[in-house]
């Protein structure tokens, strides 16, 4: 240190002061972020998470009626890769930026256009940026949740639903994803290609078009292909039995789901999950 002075004196330079070591204490309400897949859409939700730590929430510390950030910190941030419906609202693919208006018995959801890049805080809310606002019900809860969580669950391929969850309150948000209008133009381009094409392809495509109640006929088309590829797989009978089931074709059904059972003892043995499944239809036909 004398030296370090002595030079500061000799040079005119002011002495440095030792850096001090940056110590990362936890934040009271930690960053989480969530990815999840539904149907062919990426859902990224990045948000922070503060806790109850013995204080009333709802009506209390976030007062009914005005703007809430849904979270902490910065301004929670929703990421959709295709676009989506959110409780029957329409969004563009793209980033978002999710406020809420917590209600006794209604929250109203706020999704404003987020700015390419995320700031470092949550700006004052601006009605003119909204994208869509809807409406939301709340749901109460029996135990409470001590920590704020954004959750996506009822997880199929065509929707979800987001789950809000904080102390004894639990909002659920409905989202939809076109997943079925964009597998069709792939499944027919796939369909129209030369080349040998799998028995997975035909049976995938057929598995889309009863879920989707689409045209039954060409998924039973598409299942004697798959079957003529994989005569051993019991699922496509299992497939071709409700088919034939849901068109009210009894005898049909009838002769599919015994192809099923044998096909399904044969590769699972006699507790065959696909097998029972096809004795169940097939005696639900008599």
Same mark, same amino acid.
């Given at each position: 240190m004398f030296l370090a002075a002595w030079l500061a004196c000799a040079t005119g330079l002011p002495a440095q002061t030792p850096a001090v070591p940056r110590v990362p204490f936890p934040a009271p309400s930690p960053a989480a972020t969530v990815k999840q897949r539904v149907g062919l859409t990426d859902v990224e939700i990045v948000y922070s998470r503060p806790s109850l730590r013995g204080r009333k929430i709802f009506g209390a510390m976030l007062p009914y009626g005005e703007v809430w950030r849904t979270g902490a910190n910065a301004a929670t941030r929703i990421t959709f890769s295709t676009p989506v419906k959110l409780q029957g609202a329409s969004l563009a693919a793209g980033a978002y930026e999710l406020s809420t208006i917590p209600g006794a018995d209604a929250w109203t959801i706020i999704v404003q256009k987020a700015p390419e890049k995320p700031s470092g805080g949550a700006p004052p809310y601006k009605s003119e940026n909204d994208a869509a606002r809807m409406r939301a019900r709340p749901v109460a809860l029996a135990e409470p949740v001590a920590t704020f969580t954004i959750s996506i669950g009822d997880l199929h391929d065509t929707g979800a639903t987001i789950?809000?969850?904080?102390?004894?309150?639990?909002? &659920?948000?409905?989202?939809?994803?076109?997943?079925?209008?964009?597998?069709? &133009?792939? !499944?027919?381009?796939?369909?129209?290609?030369?080349?040998?094409?799998?028995?997975?392809?035909?049976?995938?495509?057929?598995?889309?078009?009863?879920?989707?109640?689409?045209?039954?006929?060409?998924?039973?088309?598409?299942?004697?292909?798959?079957?003529?590829?994989?005569?051993?797989?019991?699922? !496509?009978?299992?497939?071709?039995?409700? !088919?034939?089931?849901?068109?009210?074709?009894?005898?049909?059904?009838?002769?599919?789901?015994?192809?099923?059972?044998?096909?399904?003892?044969?590769?699972e043995g006699p507790t065959s999950v696909m097998a029972r499944q096809a004795r169940t239809i097939a005696d639900s036909l008599k």
């Open positions: 789950d809000l969850a904080w102390e004894n309150t639990r909002v &659920p948000l409905k989202l939809e994803v076109d997943t079925v209008g964009a597998l069709l &133009p792939q !499944i027919q381009a796939a369909m129209a290609a030369e080349g040998t094409k799998s028995w997975n392809l035909y049976y995938n495509a057929a598995t889309l078009y009863y879920d989707n109640g689409l045209d039954l006929r060409q998924a039973l088309a598409w299942l004697d292909e798959a079957a003529r590829l994989r005569a051993e797989y019991p699922g !496509i009978y299992l497939l071709k039995t409700r !088919i034939h089931a849901r068109l009210g074709e009894k005898e049909a059904a009838r002769t599919a789901a015994a192809k099923a059972v044998e096909t399904g003892v044969k590769m």
